[in-house]
Structures are given as structure tokens and as C-alpha cells.
């Protein structure tokens, strides 16, 4: 989709519910004891959801990261690969082959 209707999308669809579980995770904060594991992660979303809020005003930016890991991909898989290339002059000609 275009970023134009990107963006009205998410502001018409995903701007409720965010608002929604901000309203949940600041009412649920005070009701859970402050050192616990739940409470640490419940203040961690709360400060990670003021960034989020960005992907609710931008249509060009994606929710996720996959194509970027996708990308990478090739290097990590690679990088096990060419420990095995059997000598300097074979390591050589893998790397004019891989991306």
C-alpha cells in the first residue's frame, strides 16, 4: 500500500488499540508490586510505546524488521560456510560469489 493509506489505517485501526493498552498497562502498574518481573516489564513497554507511537504517524515504516533480518541472513549462514572453504585461493572464490 501507498504510505499515504498506510498511515490512515493505522491511525483508523492500531491508534485504538494502542491507546487502549497504554490506558491497561497504566491502570494494571499501580495494582502489582514494584520489584517484580511483571512490573519492570510492564514500565519497559510503557517507555517502548511512546516509540511505537512514531509507526502510527509514518506509512512508510514497517511494524516489523524481517526484510532487514532477511538480508542478514545470508551473512550469518555464511559466515559458518566459509570457515570451510579448504584454503586462502578457496576462500577468495567464495566471496566473489556470495552477495
Known amino acids: 500500500m501507498p504510505p499515504d493509506h498506510r498511515r490512515q489505517v493505522r491511525q483508523e ?3 485504538p488499540l494502542l491507546s487502549d493498552l497504554q490506558v491497561f498497562l497504566e491502570t494494571s502498574l499501580p495494582n502489582i508490586p514494584g520489584r517484580s518481573d511483571l512490573a519492570m516489564a510492564i514500565r519497559y513497554a510503557i517507555t517502548q ?3 511505537l507511537v512514531v509507526y502510527l ?3 512508510r515504516l514497517e511494524i516489523d ?3 532487514a533480518e532477511r538480508s542478514m541472513k545470508n551473512l550469518a549462514v555464511g559466515k559458518k560456510n566459509w570457515l ?4 586462502d585461493r578457496g576462500g577468495e572464490r567464495a566471496a566473489t560469489i556470495y552477495p
Open 49 to 51: 510505546l511512546k516509540k
Open 57 to 59: 504517524s509514518d506509512g
Open 65 to 67: 524488521n524481517k526484510a
Open 13 to 15: 485501526h492500531a491508534k
Open 84 to 87: 570451510f572453504a579448504g584454503s
